[in-house]
Antibody, heavy 126, light 107 residues
Framework: EVQLVESGGNLVQPGGSLRLSCAAS????????MSWVRQAPGKGLEWVST????????HYADSVKGRFAISRDNSKNTLSLQMNSLRAEDTALYYC???????????????????WGQGTPVTVSS | DIQMTQSPSSLSASVGDSVTITCRAS??????LNWYQQKPGKAPKLLIY???NLRSGVPSRFSGSGSGTDFTLTISNLHPEDFATYYC?????????FGQGTKVEIK
């Protein structure tokens, strides 16, 4: 059974830092890209960042580029998100999500988030 | 960035009704379109991937269609457990983007 368990969320002051973790189990972690998706209170879903299975390819939303860093430790089946220079607008529930691949008849890979953790809350406030 | 626009933002329906949610992309995304369901206080769950493929275990009353820029999620014969918020999401390019969500409420 696939399980994703986030941790590390907390109350932090503006300008502060926080490191989120996601412990994965139930699948071959290194074979899959992983992502962080956040949800501000009462708002919709916002993709934050994705890292490839080997950890060499990363993507970021413009809103966090230069402030957040995604990483993974495939030996420990752990995904991380280092969050620096935090702002009030970063306040949200942060989900980690596993990406799955669907290969169409042309061989193109089409991705989707097939498993999500329960989320860890981050509050940025003085 | 590709903008995803869902309509309506919310709708009220009764058990047994059929409802359709529309998702429009700001540019063609071929069939790189997925749907998620989220209930209050819970994490999102994958419903449909690549336009029309139901995730294992998802009831057949859910269906998806479309291509290019226009997509729909249809729920036939609404069950009580279907009242939730639904999000579309494109995986054509980064940044991945979600629609703003459609809340399906009980009439």
């Amino acid at each position: 059974e696939v399980q994703l368990v986030e941790s590390g969320g907390n109350l932090v002051q503006p300008g502060g830092s926080l490191r989120l973790s996601c412990a994965a189990s139930g699948f071959t972690f290194s074979n899959f890209a992983m992502s962080w998706v956040r949800q501000a209170p009462g708002k919709g879903l916002e993709w934050v960042s994705t890292i490839g299975g080997r950890g060499t390819i990363t993507h970021y939303a413009d809103s966090v580029k230069g402030r957040f860093a995604i990483s993974r430790d495939n030996s420990k089946n752990t995904l991380s998100l280092q969050m620096n220079s935090l702002r009030a607008e970063d306040t949200a529930l942060y989900y980690c999500a596993k990406e799955e691949y669907y290969y169409d008849s042309s061989g193109f890979s089409k991705n989707y988030f097939d498993y999500w953790g329960q989320g860890t809350p981050v509050t940025v406030s003085s | 960035d590709i903008q995803m626009t869902q309509s309506p933002s919310s709708l009220s329906a009764s058990v047994g009704d059929s409802v359709t949610i529309t998702c429009r992309a700001s540019q063609s995304i071929s069939s790189f379109l997925n749907w998620y369901q989220q209930k209050p206080g819970k994490a999102p769950k994958l419903l449909i991937y690549v336009v029309s493929n139901l995730r294992s275990g998802v009831p057949s009353r859910f269906s998806g269609s479309g291509s290019g820029t226009d997509f729909t999620l249809t729920i036939s014969n609404l069950h009580p457990e279907d009242f939730a918020t639904y999000y579309c999401q494109q995986s054509y390019s980064h940044p991945r983007t979600f629609g703003q969500g459609t809340k399906v409420e009980i009439k």
